[in-house]
Nanobody, 124 residues
Framework: QVQLVESGGGTAQAGGSLRLSCAAS????????MGWFRQAPGKEREFVAA????????NYADSVQGRFTISRDNVKNTVSLQMNSLKPEDTAIYYC?????????????????WGQGTQVTVSS
């Protein structure tokens, strides 16, 4: 079993940037596809970005394509989400998650392990 801890959340102005990190313990992250999801108040948790085991394949939600970049460091056992050109609608709790399946997936039910989340607030 793997434990995930997110960090790097905070408050930014619209147009600004934040970088989220997800640190893993218990098992190596290299055996998992990794994803970032977010949940805004009153809304369902939604897919943001995912990356495969090697880091060679990524997938993004349309709403963040071109603004967010997911990356991973299997040596350091971390996954990151660089968020640029932030918008107020990016405000949410952001979660990282690990998936043991063969391919990248974008649904919450596909992921086996979750972190506790980190708050991101974007002011206009």
């Amino acid at each position: 079993q793997v434990q995930l801890v997110e960090s790097g959340g905070g408050t930014a102005q619209a147009g600004g940037s934040l970088r989220l990190s997800c640190a893993a313990s218990g098992r190596t992250l290299s055996i998992y596809n990794m994803g970032w999801f977010r949940q805004a108040p009153g809304k369902e948790r939604e897919f943001v970005a995912a990356i495969n085991r090697s880091g060679g394949i990524t997938n993004y939600a349309d709403s963040v394509q071109g603004r967010f970049t997911i990356s991973r460091d299997n040596v350091k056992n971390t996954v990151s989400l660089q968020m640029n050109s932030l918008k107020p609608e990016d405000t949410a709790i952001y979660y990282c998650a690990a998936d043991r399946s063969l391919f990248i997936r974008t649904t919450t039910l596909a992921y086996d392990y979750w972190g506790q989340g980190t708050q991101v607030t974007v002011s206009s």
